[in-house]
C-alpha cells in the first residue's frame, strides 16, 4: 500500500481567490490522480498528473481552471482557480497501488473546501 | 445512463442482520471490479476486489454476473461498525490503455444496536 499525504486537510476561501492542495506520497508512482466529491455525490476524476508530461483531463475540467503541477514521482498540486461557492467538495488525490489492470487506488484523506 | 449505478439506500439494519447491496455498470468491456468503503468525512478505501468466480472474506461476499453486468456485495452478520458508505467501482478500458475507475455513488449502510 502507499502512504499519502494531503494538505491542507480543510480550508474556507472567499470567491475569486484560488487555492492549491499538495499531494504527497511515500514511494515513486507513474500516475497520480485527482477527484472531486461533491456532497451526496460519488468521486469524479478530474484528471491523472503525470510525471514529465502535461496532465491529462477529463470532460468537463480544464487546465485554466484546475491547472496541476507534477514536478516528480513523489509529489503532485491541484490548484483550484478563481473558486466559486459551486467547488465547495472534497478533493482527494490517489495513486495506483495495483499491477496490471488491478487499478486499486490509494486516497489521500482529502482536502475539504468550502468557498464563500 | 451512468457508468456504474447502485441504490443509494439507506439501508438501516440491525446488528446480526444480512444485507446486500447491488450495482450495475454499462460498458461490457470493463476489466476489473471492486468495492470500496468510505467511512464519514473519510477517504475510500478498497473493501475487496470482485472476481467472476465470486468471493468471499470473512463475513463479506462478493459476486459478479458479466453477463447481466452486475456486481454485488453481501455482508453477513453485521456489525455496528460496518455502518459506512460503500462505494461500486469499475475500472474501464478505455482503447489500448489500462482504462480508469467509475466510481458509484455509494450505497449508505446504518448498523443499529
Known sequence: S????????????????????QCQVD?????????????????????????????????????????????????STLTVSNMSPEDSSIYLCSVDGGSGTGRIQYFGAGTRLSVL | RKEVEQDPGPFNVPEGATVAFNCTYSNSASQSFFWYRQDCRKEPKLLMSVYSSG?????????????????????RDS????????????????GSTLGRLYFGRGTQLTVWP
Open chain 2, 55 to 75: 468471493n468471499e472474506d470473512g463475513r463479506f461476499t462478493a459476486q459478479l454476473n458479466r453477463a447481466s453486468q452486475y456486481i454485488s456485495l453481501l455482508i
Open chain 2, 79 to 94: 456489525k455496528l461498525s460496518d455502518s459506512a458508505t460503500y462505494l461500486c467501482v469499475v475500472n474501464m478500458a478505455r
Open chain 1, 2 to 21: 502507499a502512504v499519502i499525504s494531503q494538505k491542507p486537510s480543510r480550508d474556507i476561501c472567499q470567491r475569486g481567490t484560488s487555492l492549491t492542495i
Open chain 1, 27 to 75: 514511494s515513486q508512482v507513474t500516475m497520480m490522480f485527482w477527484y472531486r466529491q461533491q456532497p451526496g455525490q460519488s468521486l469524479t476524476l478530474i484528471a491523472t498528473a503525470n510525471q514529465g508530461s502535461e496532465a491529462t483531463y477529463e470532460s468537463g475540467f480544464v487546465i485554466d481552471k484546475f491547472p496541476i503541477s507534477r514536478p516528480n514521482l513523489t509529489f
